[in-house]
């Protein structure tokens, strides 16, 4: 059964490997093997979504609104709109209002483009280069805790095998975002 569920011998019984068994039982026919690397990939970003925010929710960001921030800090100019939606996979729509909550609290400012007057351009304000400087930092240690239970070589192994699949799927899939 371990191959079948797409677990170790060694391996630690998972919710998804409760999910296969179930199953192999009711559908034996059917090949779950996808099921047991999408499942866990889709429950390890859920459990992520909610740990991964307690530093920031500190500071009063979602996720969202940090990923914004760090884009514009690395990007280290001003940037359009729809740069920060396509660097930060959200739709325009998320984007925009999330920046209407980060420059009423003075992390961003906006000014009309030189080049075309309809668009307008994105950069950090002071308070929100300060602010990322000294949250990412924390925000960079606490993600290291969750994943402290890995070792440096399973971290090296899992993040070149996400490299892959997320390049494999951005060929396939990533025509599809509008």
């Known amino acids: 059964m ?10 630690a019984r998972d919710i998804v490997a409760r999910v296969l068994s179930q199953w192999q039982q009711v559908r034996p026919e059917l090949d779950t093997a996808p099921m047991a690397v999408i499942g866990r990939l889709n429950r390890c970003v859920a459990l992520l979504q909610q740990a991964e925010e307690a530093p920031l929710v500190r500071e009063g960001l979602a996720r969202p609104e940090f ?5 514009l800090r690395r990007e280290d100019r001003a940037m359009t709109p729809g740069q920060i939606a396509r660097e930060t996979f959200a739709s325009g729509a998320a984007v925009t209002k999330r920046l209407r909550l980060l420059e009423e609290r003075g992390l961003v400012g906006r000014r009309t483009s030189a080049r075309d007057r309809r668009v307008s351009e994105v950069s950090l304000s002071d308070e929100g280069r300060e602010l990322i400087d000294r949250l990412l930092p924390d925000q ?4 290291s805790e969750l994943l402290s239970g890995l070792t440096d070589g399973q971290r090296a192994e899992l993040s070149a095998i996400l490299a892959e699949l997320l390049v494999l799927l951005e060929g396939r899939l990533g025509g599809l975002r509008s």
Request: hydrophobic share 35%; net charge negative; glycine share 10%.
């Open 67 to 71: 990923d914004i921030l760090t884009t």
């Open 2 to 11: 371990a191959a079948e569920d797409g677990r170790d011998a060694g391996s």
């Open 140 to 143: 960079l240690a606490y993600e």
